[in-house]
């Protein structure tokens, strides 16, 4: 089964950090370009970062930026999303995706909760 899967969540004082990790499961995330998303109880989905398939270029939603880089590992195949300085507000499920021309996938999701 083609998917991509998520790993790294779990539950960290405000003030903390965290690393999530993105894997491929049944192909490779070469030519991907990946982005992390989260969605809060009551929110919508929303965008955090994104990575191009080179690696070359990054982006950050305001929300992150300065806290957040998202790196992509070749060699290990895996795309990382470094989490520090974590707010309360950060709490959400983290979402990996994956986009190359010929299609997109989701990962299932794990939760981060930002908590003291």
């Known amino acids: 089964q083609l998917q991509l899967v998520e790993s790294g969540g779990g539950l960290v004082q405000p003030g903390g950090s965290l690393r999530l990790s993105c894997v491929a499961s049944?192909?490779?995330?070469?030519?991907?370009?990946i982005g992390w998303f989260r969605q809060a109880p009551g929110k919508e989905r929303e965008a955090i970062s994104c990575?191009?398939?080179?690696?070359?270029?990054?982006n950050y939603a305001d929300s992150v930026k300065g806290r957040f880089t998202i790196s992509r590992d070749t060699a290990k195949d895996t795309v990382s999303l470094q989490m520090n300085s974590l707010k309360p507000e950060d709490t959400a499920v983290y979402f990996c995706?994956?986009?190359?021309?010929?299609?997109?996938?989701w990962g299932q999701g794990t939760q981060v909760t930002v908590s003291s």
């Open positions: 990575i191009s398939s080179s690696g070359g270029s990054t």
């Open positions: 049944g192909f490779t995330l070469d030519d991907y370009g």
């Open positions: 995706y994956g986009n190359r021309w010929d299609g997109e996938y």
